[in-house]
């Protein structure tokens, strides 16, 4: 009688008393569980945490120099001595011959509102041509376009430069010839709005593609029998649709661009006169010191219009975020 071995043991993960195997939960789903078990008191403390430096930074502004460098802003409900002295001074008279601030500030909306206005107007047209338009090369073209959003820009600053100053020249066989002409850009607010929407392109036309893609196509179908075009599909039906994911990218590409300081630091390096605010805050502060206390007043002249354009779309920004991620 020959005897058979017995079988090899189950891997069992857990096992409760009852002998039926568990399978153990994620660990990505025991966090979820566990952060949405917060209450939503811990979440609003949080909340009101995180916003004690801006209030602080508020606070500062109104303050004189010497309480600035001798005490803290908390102190400032012992002996309320507030003053608008130092945003009067920003806007108006900097130290070191300084660009007035409100200069600064209709500099920085000359650059940021194209950097803006101009991604979103190709964005659009470009995600619709890739949703719902078929062309030879189409897919490719895509996953080109998408590639490019891991294209730093730290990395095309020299090129551009080099573009805006004396164009792009080719020789071949003793010939030379212009491959991209010279503009003469460098120093002037076009260059920078111009690198702005370059590098703004990509992730426009990937958000905008995701939610145009997921409209229905029955809508573009009827409107292609009633005789419209794809500009007119375009214009009366997709920009209305696409509302929330125009602006949930017109936040990120106006905070991204209104908070610059690299890119406008090379491009307007030699015009100080069309630097936007983020330069002139740092140069606000001349090589001995002077107008320091002016920091707090500069910067919060600087947050000011980010969380206007913030309060004002955050309706559609969670909207814009979720854009295509539900079909039908």
Excluded at 100 to 107: C, G, M, Q, S
Excluded at 122 to 145: E, N, P, Q, S, T
Excluded at 231 to 260: H, S, T, Y
Aim: no cysteine.
């Amino acid at each position: 009688m020959s005897i058979q071995a017995p079988p090899p043991p189950v891997a069992v993960d857990e096992e409760t008393t009852t002998g039926k195997r568990v399978t153990p939960e994620p660990v990505g789903a025991r966090t979820h569980r566990v952060l949405t078990s917060v209450p939503t008191a811990v979440l609003w403390a949080l909340v009101i945490l995180w916003t004690i430096p801006t209030f602080g930074l508020l606070v500062n502004s109104l303050r004189p120099g010497a309480q600035q460098f001798t005490s803290g802003w908390w102190q400032t409900f012992a002996d309320p001595t507030l003053t608008t002295d130092n945003y009067h001074r920003a806007l108006f008279e900097p130290p070191g011959g300084s660009l007035p601030f409100w200069k600064a500030l209709l500099n920085s909306f000359a650059i940021a509102i194209p950097g803006t206005a101009v991604p979103i107007a190709i964005a659009a047209a470009a995600a619709y041509a890739f949703a719902w338009m078929d062309f030879k090369g189409r897919h490719w073209l895509f996953i080109g376009v998408l590639a490019m959003m891991a294209v730093p820009v730290q990395m095309a600053l020299v090129p551009l430069q080099q573009l805006y100053s004396n164009g792009a020249h080719l020789t071949l066989a003793g010939t030379t010839y212009i491959v991209f002409p010279d503009l003469d850009l460098n120093n002037k607010p076009i260059a920078v709005w111009l690198a702005h929407t370059a590098f703004g392109l990509p992730l426009a036309i990937y958000l905008l593609h995701n939610y145009i893609a997921s409209l229905p196509g029955d809508v573009f179908e009827a409107a292609r029998i009633d005789g419209a075009t794809h500009f007119g599909i375009f214009w009366r039906i997709v920009l209305p649709l696409a509302k929330p994911a125009i602006a949930a990218f017109a936040i990120f590409q106006f905070l991204w661009v209104w908070n610059d300081y690299l890119v406008a630091l090379i491009f307007l390096s030699q015009n100080k006169a069309a630097s936007p605010l983020t330069v002139q805050l740092v140069n606000l502060v001349t090589s001995r010191g002077q107008g320091t206390e002016l920091l707090p007043a500069a910067a919060f002249i600087s947050m000011v219009v980010p969380l206007v354009i913030f309060f004002s779309l955050q309706r559609y920004f969670v909207r814009g975020l979720l854009a295509g991620s539900v079909k039908g």
